[in-house]
């Protein structure tokens, strides 16, 4: 019997806690880690990659993944939508400037309520959807002088005209890493690069993540990425191929132990079917409403405390 796919996350998330270096991280929480990761999805069986040894919130993970080809860099979208995922990074900045002790719920609520509280308390910087789909584009004037221009580059746009125009290109790439605006992102970009390949008909992607939480982040980014080839294929009219993941830091926090013990005794099941409800116009009209999980049967949601 051909092993489950899902196996190299188990064997990775336990490789990583008993093999892995433990290491001092930004969030002071301490992770032990792997550097140098690496993991293979077929997508050509009509498949997705949706981890099934715990309840992945998939909808979650899809909305997130519409937010970002929107352009948008403010949580409101996402908290309307009922998406909690990136409060904690702007409510952390807000609580340290201001000494407010304000709980999550009041957090979103006011950045619901209040626009001028959105626009100022609510904004992540220049992240990901910014990169993607606007990156600042300057055109040089008189007097060694630059100007801004309106619109910046939509990577996501480009991608497609180029997967369409010129299918061999060794070029089919997209990155959020804008090296002069990392400082002003609330976190630089995990999932930062990906690249794409045409051959015979089929659409392969590689992820480059440079830092991967496996317990928390993994899930929705191998899923995402899976949906990314979707998208870009059903545009394009090519068939999704596989998908390519690799890790650079690649860790698990010293806090999630019981999540590996827990999910690393579980038995995989069959990974979900994935289909479109209908084609969208590009890759800015897709709705949650359009992306069909069929058969997915995890095993019971693990909670795990995230690392700010
Ligand atoms: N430490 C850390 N891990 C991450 O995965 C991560 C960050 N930070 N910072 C930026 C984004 C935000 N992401 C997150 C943040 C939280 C969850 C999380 O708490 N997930 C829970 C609940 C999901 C739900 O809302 O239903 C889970 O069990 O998956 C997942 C991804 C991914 N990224
Ligand atoms: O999509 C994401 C976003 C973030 N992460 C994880 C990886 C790390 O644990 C933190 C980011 O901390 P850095 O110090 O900036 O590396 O968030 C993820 O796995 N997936």
């Not at 060794?170 to 045409?198: D, K, S």
């Not at 999540?259 to 949650?288: G, I, N």
């Not at 019971?300 to 700010?308: L, Q």
């Amino acid at each position: 019997m051909t092993t489950h796919p899902e196996q190299q996350y188990l064997d990775a998330m336990r490789r990583a806690w008993e093999e892995g270096d433990e290491r001092v991280d930004r969030t002071g929480v301490g992770t032990r880690a792997l550097f140098g990761v690496t993991m293979r999805f077929d997508l050509s069986d009509g498949t997705i990659p949706l981890i099934t040894t715990k309840k992945v919130a998939w909808k979650v993970a899809v909305k997130e993944l519409i937010w970002f080809l929107s352009g948008d860099t403010n949580i409101r979208e996402l908290v309307r939508q009922k998406v909690h995922i990136w409060t904690d990074w702007p409510m952390a900045k807000y609580v340290k400037a201001t000494g407010d002790a304000i709980d999550r719920a009041t957090f979103e609520q006011r950045v619901i309520d209040d626009d001028d509280f959105a626009a100022k308390w609510g904004d992540l910087g220049p992240v990901y959807g910014k990169q993607w789909v606007d990156w600042p584009r300057y055109t040089p004037v008189e007097g060694g002088l630059f100007r801004k221009e309106e619109r910046g580059v939509n990577q996501i746009a480009d991608l497609v005209t180029m997967i369409r125009d010129n299918p061999t290109s060794r070029r089919l790439i997209f990155t959020g890493w804008n090296v002069p605006h990392l400082g002003e992102m609330a976190l630089p970009p995990c999932h930062m690069t990906y690249q794409y390949q045409v051959a015979n008909g089929r659409l392969h992607g590689i992820l480059y993540q440079r830092s991967c939480d496996l317990g928390l982040g993994f899930p929705f980014n191998i899923f995402e990425a899976a949906l990314l080839i979707r998208m870009l294929a059903q545009q394009t009219g090519l068939t999704p191929g596989e998908l390519v993941w690799m890790g650079a830091d690649t860790h698990v926090y010293s806090n999630h132990g019981h999540l590996v013990e827990e999910q690393t005794s579980r038995e995989p099941r069959a990974f979900p079917k994935f289909s479109f409800a209908r084609k969208p116009e590009s890759m800015f009209d897709y709705k949650l409403e359009d992306f069909v999980v069929d058969g997915y049967d995890p095993h019971p949601h693990i909670s795990a405390p995230v690392a700010v």
